[in-house]
């Protein structure tokens, strides 16, 4: 558990997750202005986990994870066509006042959650002996592939593991304990997704961004109708998670409140960056130029990559939805007198312009209602 002496290990943490995001803000930043905070804090974690799997991989310090980073953060200030006498890439660092809600948005998730997490350290019930000892069992031996903690001689190929990886190669990094590294496990995600979904909102709904944050942290229907039927508060959020016999219904807020550091809310990491990227693709693919498109598609395979080791089953649903994103993109990119591919181009751009129109009236019936003329979400 983190007590007020540890507090300086909890600002190690986040110097770490802001020098892996502002080392790749210039570059997405000029590629994608409009989300380049949201995407250079999941785009950085997931490259240092695939970066630090690979080092391990060769059997190389932890350590060396970091040097692409450091390389990326001086070539954006010694690389570029000069302005007077400074480097245009610097302008990624700078005005970020714009963006100042992803931040209070990230630190108010983060320390919200983290202080939750402190009054519930635990790692005494459901699956947090396993989930601390695949993290314990990294930080200790941090070979490819981990040690299994339970099993004398064996090793966690048969699970997938990469989220708890991603946390032990930063715990390795920073020197924080396992158990105090599992404390902030969950926080960080958190504020990850919350970001994630933020930009999603801005691209879709520019007044209402906070709409997909509120989803994210809502309890489900099943919650609501039992606290109406008088279930016991003891009981209340467990039940809420087991509406139908025989299946698990867990939900995001559930897992952050509950406290599993497992695999599938690991995975809402690089899910949500998914879903950023969709959304990117889907609204801006038409805008951006050919090398935007080329590195979009780079980082969509290093987000989708990362879903399997991450919680594999994930890729059920995420792998068809990249799929039917990339048909949809290939079809609306194709020229209009392109036989069959024009025409269907022609009777999809219906539909979706009319729900494009709904989205954006009914967003702008909400902000009637609810803010003043000129104020955003």
Same mark, same amino acid.
């Given at each position: 558990? +983190?007590?007020?002496?540890? +507090?300086?290990?909890?600002?190690?943490?986040?110097?770490?997750?802001?020098?892996?995001?502002?080392?790749?803000?210039?570059?997405?930043?000029?590629?994608?202005?409009?989300?380049?905070?949201?995407? !250079?804090?999941?785009?950085? +974690?997931?490259?240092?986990?695939?970066?630090?799997?690979?080092?391990? @991989?060769?059997?190389?310090?932890?350590?060396?994870?970091?040097?692409?980073?450091?390389?990326?953060?001086?070539?954006?200030?010694?690389?570029?066509?000069?302005?007077?006498?400074?480097?245009?890439?610097?302008?990624?660092?700078?005005?970020?006042?714009?963006?100042?809600?992803?931040?209070?948005?990230? =630190?108010?998730?983060?320390?919200?959650?983290?202080?939750?997490?402190?009054?519930?350290?635990?790692?005494?019930?459901?699956?947090?002996?396993?989930?601390?000892?695949?993290?314990?069992?990294?930080?200790?031996?941090?070979?490819?592939?981990?040690?299994?903690?339970?099993?004398?001689?064996?090793?966690?190929?048969?699970?997938?593991?990469?989220?708890?990886?991603?946390? =032990?190669?930063?715990?390795?990094?920073?020197?924080?304990?396992?158990?105090?590294?599992?404390?902030?496990?969950?926080?960080?995600?958190?504020?990850?997704?919350?970001?994630?979904?933020?930009?999603?909102?801005?691209?879709?709904?520019?007044?209402?961004?906070?709409?997909?944050?509120?989803?994210?942290?809502?309890?489900?229907? =099943?919650?609501?109708?039992?606290? @109406?039927?008088?279930?016991?508060?003891?009981?209340?959020?467990?039940? !809420?998670?087991?509406?139908?016999?025989?299946?698990?219904?867990?939900?995001?807020?559930?897992?952050?409140?509950?406290?599993?550091?497992? =695999?599938?809310?690991?995975?809402?990491?690089?899910?949500?960056?998914?879903?950023?990227?969709?959304?990117?693709?889907?609204?801006?693919?038409?805008?951006?130029?050919?090398?935007?498109?080329?590195?979009? +598609?780079?980082?969509?395979?290093?987000?989708?990559?990362?879903?399997?080791?991450?919680?594999?089953?994930?890729?059920?649903?995420?792998?068809?939805?990249?799929?039917?994103?990339?048909?949809?993109? @290939?079809?609306?990119?194709?020229?209009?007198?392109?036989?069959?591919?024009?025409?269907?181009?022609?009777?999809?751009?219906?539909?979706?312009?009319?729900?494009?129109?709904?989205?954006?009236?009914?967003?702008?019936?909400?902000?009637?209602?609810?803010?003043?003329?000129?104020?955003?979400?």
């Amino acid at each position: 558990m +983190i007590t007020p002496g540890d +507090i300086w290990i909890v600002f190690i943490w986040i110097f770490l997750i802001f020098f892996l995001h502002f080392s790749l803000l210039p570059l997405i930043r000029h590629f994608y202005p409009l989300i380049a905070v949201p995407l !250079s804090f999941s785009i950085s +974690i997931l490259l240092f986990t695939m970066i630090s799997y690979w080092v391990s @991989l060769l059997h190389l310090p932890i350590q060396l994870s970091l040097l692409p980073f450091l390389g990326i953060a001086v070539a954006s200030l010694f690389i570029g066509s000069k302005q007077g006498n400074r480097i245009s890439l610097l302008r990624g660092y700078r005005d970020l006042s714009p963006e100042w809600r992803y931040y209070l948005l990230f =630190a108010g998730v983060f320390f919200s959650m983290l202080l939750l997490r402190v009054y519930s350290p635990d790692i005494s019930a459901a699956e947090k002996f396993m989930d601390h000892g695949f993290i314990a069992s990294m930080m200790r031996s941090p070979g490819i592939p981990p040690l299994d903690p339970w099993f004398s001689g064996g090793d966690l190929s048969v699970y997938y593991y990469l989220g708890h990886w991603m946390l =032990a190669a930063m715990g390795l990094i920073t020197g924080i304990p396992s158990n105090i590294l599992f404390t902030m496990a969950l926080p960080t995600i958190a504020a990850f997704s919350a970001v994630n979904v933020y930009g999603a909102g801005h691209l879709l709904l520019p007044r209402l961004r906070l709409l997909p944050v509120v989803f994210l942290f809502l309890m489900n229907p =099943a919650f609501v109708y039992l606290a @109406l039927s008088g279930t016991e508060w003891g009981k209340l959020l467990w039940d !809420s998670t087991r509406v139908i016999d025989g299946t698990i219904n867990e939900y995001p807020l559930f897992s952050f409140i509950f406290g599993d550091v497992h =695999a599938h809310v690991l995975g809402f990491l690089p899910q949500t960056t998914l879903i950023l990227l969709i959304t990117l693709a889907l609204t801006c693919w038409m805008k951006i130029s050919s090398s935007s498109r080329g590195l979009l +598609i780079l980082f969509t395979g290093l987000a989708l990559g990362s879903v399997p080791p991450t919680n594999s089953w994930d890729i059920l649903i995420q792998a068809p939805l990249v799929i039917l994103t990339g048909i949809i993109l @290939l079809l609306i990119s194709a020229p209009q007198s392109a036989g069959y591919t024009g025409k269907f181009r022609s009777a999809i751009s219906i539909p979706s312009n009319l729900i494009a129109s709904c989205i954006h009236q009914a967003e702008k019936e909400v902000c009637s209602v609810f803010f003043s003329p000129g104020r955003g979400a």
